[in-house]
């Protein structure tokens, strides 16, 4: 298991349980953006406040004023956070489809990392 993911509720009440409280977190997030932001410090030969993100498999780079740098750092964090909780939301949809919904017949049980729970 991945140091960053918890282990997945086994029953059903604290699955649900454990689903509402992500979908609840979801309405808080905030303000988001992909990308990244530096801060280069002064001398750097350029912007010190720089803010890149992929555009169709392009590098686009923009300079910052450090109230934008602060402001796209915090909406980054936010992206992270809120990419973070669909995953783990994705997560427990998976184990809930495949402990409850009967499946075809199988030679062999489907392990974790094949269901996309590990």
């Not at 979908?23 to 988001?32: D, E, K, N, P, R």
Request: net charge positive; charged share 25%.
């Amino acid at each position: 298991m991945n140091p960053k993911q918890k282990a997945l509720p086994s029953s059903k009440t604290s699955r649900q349980a454990h689903y509402h409280e992500l979908s609840a977190q979801l309405s808080h997030v905030g303000w988001i953006s992909q990308g990244y932001v530096q801060d280069r410090g002064p001398g750097a030969g350029g912007p010190c406040y720089q803010w890149t993100r992929k555009i169709r498999g392009k590098t686009i780079s923009v300079a910052l004023s450090k109230e934008q740098y602060e402001w796209l750092k915090k909406a980054i964090a936010n992206w992270r956070k809120l990419q973070s909780t669909l995953t783990e939301m994705q997560r427990l949809c998976r184990q809930a489809l495949f402990e409850t919904v009967p499946g075809p017949k199988r030679r062999k049980k489907l392990g974790k990392k094949v269901l996309g729970l590990v």
